[in-house]
């Protein structure tokens, strides 16, 4: 069944509710859920909204154009998804490949609605695994001398590939300013710690050193600020004592997997909204 | 500020969300949290929606009457509540007194919107707490002789106290059909088990001879089926084969504090639905 | 650095802790891992001792009989392992094959210390990964007709193959009293409920109508009473009323494969002892 | 039963264990609990050992210096200690009560083998309950000038009181050095925070800024450096973008009172060894 999501920030204010949900029932939409959010600190409405088109009266290309005065008359920011239009999704990876496999797997299995036509690594070893999955893979190696250049190029493969998302799947190079600029919340990252805690690298040596009792995963996506954008999704799981560094590094990928996995499927089922530098979720 | 709550359940029908919407609108309403839920193997809608009542233009006692044309239309079930008319809890206790203190407490706290003028007990031990708290208390001794006779005590003390829920907190005694029918989805237990498992006596025995790693315990609204009532909360925590019975106790009742609490929050909020031996919990 | 790992279980008697180190210590072992417990209600002890075969004076083939003084003294039933001695592994799978993707993984990045020569299924689905990962696939079609007779085949060949550890990583069919006859504490079984609740089939369609609000996954060696055997390790995850069954199955397979990974490394590095149908985990 | 508790760190040697527990049963000492831990980056070998004192050769006040043959051979640092001498408890705390109140009904219910003869509060509002629960309540409000002053009495009051642990339990005020150098690894504190993130004040408001999903609770041991003394224990719970700023405030404190709670269980049952400001729980 086709569907349209629409998602709403704005200002808060009277009547927002009721006439969202009117102009689609007086279309002969059938709302399927609606999710609603205010935030009291700023007074900014959120809304997701989802309806079926069957028998919808406004044709999906003048939708946004039909929603206009509502637009004008509560100041809202607008975004329109439609399920029909799948999105692409490129896979940046390195040498730890846990996250990789999983989100092929979820893939596989139905969990994430996209295609996944491009990985992209620094180094050789997710070939083989791209190979068996039947994706394209291309391997941009990294040196300080061609880091600029090689980013180019991705940037370049990626838009030629109409890439709607970049997962950083376990990815060890820090993409530059300019990369990420080209891809405003369209890059979403795993992090193995509990952030704000152990930022930057070697988090679980840093958590190991410490003595923490739990570590944890965050994904977010990126933006300039170094493991500073917008959280989307974070859990954590229990250490002792007796947990070598080695046994973090197990416990943590077990969480790195589940916590990128539900940031994905969220963003793909357009289940995110961004503000202030955090996440709503409409799960 | 003075707010209505309305929890709905009906068939799914389009339109329901615009028009209940509208009406609050038309009438001068700001919508402050709407929530939906369509449960899809049955077909039924739940919503609860909650406004502002300054400058609402129905008078209170006026509203459900101003709905009855959308009622009718939609075949809905309502129920209508008011932020100012605060509930009144009666707390029943045997001689674990855990779950009574950390009520209180949440009350003191401010965590529990609600009066709490009554404590029923069919021992004495929690009688000290009452006076410590300025609360009423009320031993009711149990014997398989005198049990009918004193529970229609009981009701007639929480009816002349016009109680509206009733909490069993480590309550000991089975309650009879008879009480139990007298006050449908307002009497909340806490098991001190992961129901449907270890359902009746002893559930901490149990669960240590069965060798589970992982105990539980769960709120629920109390039904003519022992244990079987909708379930509201339930939570969890890992055990080992280190933790002897008591250990398992101690733990447990960790966990029976924070699931009871939630589970009386969220009654109180009116943020509970029942249907089917289901709930569902606009949280 | 190769190692002893003794597993010991007697009643609890003065001086078993001391004599036990004693007799690696005067055979110049170094002791790496001690670890012990003693169950109150039965008054029975639990050791597990791991020490450095480096130096140590005894040829492996005469421990045992240099322990028999201590082993007849204590009473002592006693299991002795060699962490050269890399256990065979054989995963039985049907059609759903997450915890089977899950396995070969952890093994493959180190986390399962042994061999996986042998993938069983009544099905042809999991071919292509078996052939992928380098392992001999059979498949062996289950029908109530021709049951007993594969069975058959399937001990010949896992016997053929010298396996030591059988892994149902979500097989489903229910084995025989004959087949788990031959395997005792040898085969471990994922089961995709936090037992003893939903036993048997569906656990998650079971789960979704009873409305619990937490669902769980359980790891046990498998016994001729069904989902009845020693429980190795669970966990759970929160649902709410939104998740639908599908959302149950998603949810739930996340930690079927955590706590099957986990069940299985604790029995290839010998953490487990099975006593009164429960389990000492020493991690 | 009267039982002994020895804690033991040294440099891992061969035969430290052996000799340990001979020296217990060779004096006729009965092994409850052995508990080893050895780290291996720093090569540090870790014991907590607790016998049955009944029938055991040695007089209570040798057993150090019997001993000392061992503490010279293995260059160990030792604390013994005994189960019939009941540790003595003061807590500190402010206007939030919700620790103290969960202090003393565990210490009711039995959970902490301990006296807690004092509270110390810069605040009157704990007098109430210390009333209630028969203590002696102490106000000693704290101002820039004359804090020093107000801490000298505190010292005094805690060692004329001959107080063996000091909890913070909410405790506002940040101790000088003078009062902290007093207690080393005595006082314990809780951190609404999971530490490292968050240190310093208003770590709720700060995790609701950030917009994590996941905020913690920390009980260290307090040293001169402000919120970074060994870790004891945390724990974690999930949040949403639904949760005010007073509901972080709520689920906080149901994680507070538990993990400040293990903290102080631990410590009376000398489950906890300090090394590199990290510590070792042999629970």
Redesign the interface.
């Known amino acids: 069944m086709n569907k349209a999501i629409l998602l709403i920030s704005s200002p808060d204010k ?2 927002i ?3 969202i ?2 102009f ?3 279309n ?1 939409g ?11 600190q700023t007074n900014t409405f959120f809304m997701r909204i989802e309806w079926s088109l069957d028998g919808f009266n406004i044709k999906r290309e003048d939708i946004l154009s039909s929603l206009k005065p509502l637009i004008d008359e509560f100041n809202m920011k607008c975004s329109l998804h439609f399920s029909f239009i799948i999105p692409r999704v490129a896979i940046f990876v390195s040498k730890q490949l ?1 996250c990789l ?1 999983d989100l092929l ?1 979820r893939h596989q ?1 139905g ?1 994430l609605k996209c295609e996944i036509p491009l990985i992209i690594s620094n180094h050789s070893r997710a070939k083989q695994i791209a190979d ?1 999955f039947n994706i394209k893979f291309m391997e941009f190696p990294v040196t300080p001398h061609n880091k600029a250049l090689q980013e180019k190029e991705e940037v370049n493969v990626i838009k030629a590939e109409k890439i709607d998302l970049v997962v950083l799947a376990r990815y060890m190079q820090i993409l530059s300013s300019d990369f990420v600029r080209e891809f405003p919340n369209r890059i979403i990252n795993i992090h193995h710690s ?5 930022a930057g690298k070697s988090p679980y040596r840093k958590a190991y050193e ?5 570590i ?1 995963a965050t994904s977010h996506y990126v933006t300039e600020d170094l493991d500073k954008g ?7 799981v ?1 250490i ?3 947990d ?1 560094l080695s046994d973090l590094v ?1 416990k943590g990928e ?1 969480i790195e997997k ?1 916590v990128l ?1 539900r940031a994905v499927r969220w963003h793909l089922e357009r289940k995110i909204l961004v503000y ?6 409409f ?1």
Chains 1, 2, 3, 4 share one sequence.
């Open positions: 009277k009547g509710i009721a006439k949900s009117n689609i029932y007086d002969n059938n709302i399927e859920h609606s999710d609603q959010h205010i935030d009291s846990h496999y797997l299995s969990q068996f509990f952030l704000p805690a152990f410490k003595g923490v009792k739990v944890g917008p959280i989307i999704e974070q859990d954590t229990r002792s004592h007796r070598s197990r077990d589940v996995g202030n530098n955090k996440t709503v979720i799960d």
